[in-house]
């Protein structure tokens, strides 16, 4: 594998992503004689799911810290020793063109100060997901971070938001995020989850056809215990509370609705609150492209794909997250067989029997964490829900009452909620909520990242403009 | 138990990073906002409507709330940047730009 990029390569396959998706898939590829560009914004490989200490640090057990870590360890030494596969790092993809073949536009480096375009035969996006956020009273306090966040930080910089920490939200990653942080070292006072957890008991079938998921849920569980942390199920953080920092957190009963009960909060001391609901996939390239889309049981929007992950747009294929959310395995065995079908190769059976259980179980715990309809209630009209242009959830409402806005873009519209530099991605869910409006659609982003104006300027990529 | 123990680290010399004047010490390979969380700080912004501080909340460059000014170049998001040695990170306020204001 060369660390590299050579403008002048027609590469067969372009994949976007180099998280297990795009390592399985850019190893199947090259296993099958294709030369193949992998692309992406971070500096090694793995993504978010397989990210890891930087060298320096010096980790002598960096799979302490991961499950699956000797398929990443493996995966990673094959494309080093695959001369047709070029990794292209710090590479930031803002937009996929198509013409008679595929050319990506990145910027490069963590600053975008530089740019690159890359040409393929065919595309393939691996682009994961990113954490869906629901915005209650104080979550904009310092020491307040995501689940994912604090994974991240963890498992790349060794580092803790603070020594007492409460994970709140839904869905697994909480099990997996607070089973890590309790063994890097942080007290968790309480995991607290939203849903009773009762959803996956109606899907026994898809449970039994799934053991290795059983078992990683069993290793968190048994982690968990260990350190003595409490799942508080079917509550949920209302309110975090400080001044300049979260020194505590207030947690509810919910109903059967997500609706705070009553008279049943109760609150409990930390410096750093981990939060999360779930995981929202990242498809703004294919959606500019007009790519079809299906709305998941959890309510967010999911590229459609057919049984060889082709996308509904010519050339383009999609694995992993980005056609639904269903975690590593599922992704591992998705980009096999994507690789396979842009070699035209018929699919391995192994992978198509992962795939077939693992998206039956990805299904299943999207219905099981899907967010009850009134959570709203815990939103009070003060409480900002775009973090990035400081708009209140009064300013939203009225938007819908008094101005008889009916969707998230109208909302938008009148009150700048989503317009700020994350682009909606934050508080893209909630406000579609808050409007009444329809959820699950495609948020729109013409440019995947922020790009400086010189690097659109300069398009074709001949002309070089000077500073 | 501590994350560094936990994955029996053996990190380099570190480095020294100011954080609005203070020496801070990085690990080498750390962010920005790494070093900072190490450290106990967890805001190193104001925001532009509510002065209210900031720090790093999604950890993987999606969010741009750990915007701060490094090396006198505001808007940088510290998740995303490695520490580096003299590195100067100050609290940024509003959109940092203040000398533009008239």
Redesign the interface.
Known sequence: MVNSTSEQVRYDLAVIGAGPAGLAAADAAAGLGLRVALVD?GAGLGG?YYRH??????????D??HHGWRTFAELRERLAAAPLVDHLAGHHVWAAERGEDWILHATRG??AADRATVTARCLLLATGA??RQLPFPGW???????A???????K???????RRIVVAGSGPLLLAAASSLA???ARIPAIVEATAYLGYARGLPVLAGNPAKLAEGAEHAARLLRHGVRLRRRSAVVEAHGT??ITGVTVARLDARWKPVPGTERRIDCD?LAVGHGLVPQIDLAVELGADTVTTADGTAALRVDAQQRTSVPGLWAAGETCGVGGADLALAEGVLAAHSVAGKPAPARELTVRRRRRAFAALMAAAHAPGPDWTGWVTDDTDVC????VPARAVREAVTELGAADARTVKLLTRAGM???QG??CGPAVACLSGGPVGRPDSRPLSCPVPLAQLAQRDGTTELSE | ????????????PARTILFDGRPVSA?????L???L??DGV??WRT????G??????????????C?ATVNGRPN??L????AEHGDAVTTQEGHGHGELDV
């Open positions: 914004a978010q200490p930087a060298p320096e640090l010096g980790a002598a057990r960096p302490k810290l963590p600053e990113y954490e904009t306090l310092p020491g307040v971070v995501t994912g966040g604090a994974q991240a930080m963890l790349s910089g060794l580092v803790l938001p603070g063994a890097a070292g300049d920092r750093a973090r990035c242009e400081e700020g530099w994350c991605r934050m | 138990m501590d994350p560094l123990e936990l994955v029996g680290a053996e990190p380099g690990l080498p390979g750390q962010t906002a790494a070093a969380w190490a967890v805001a925001t532009r409507v509510g209210r501080p900031r720090g790093a909340f999604c950890g993987i460059g999606q969010c741009f709330d915007l940088q998001r998740c995303l940047l490695t």
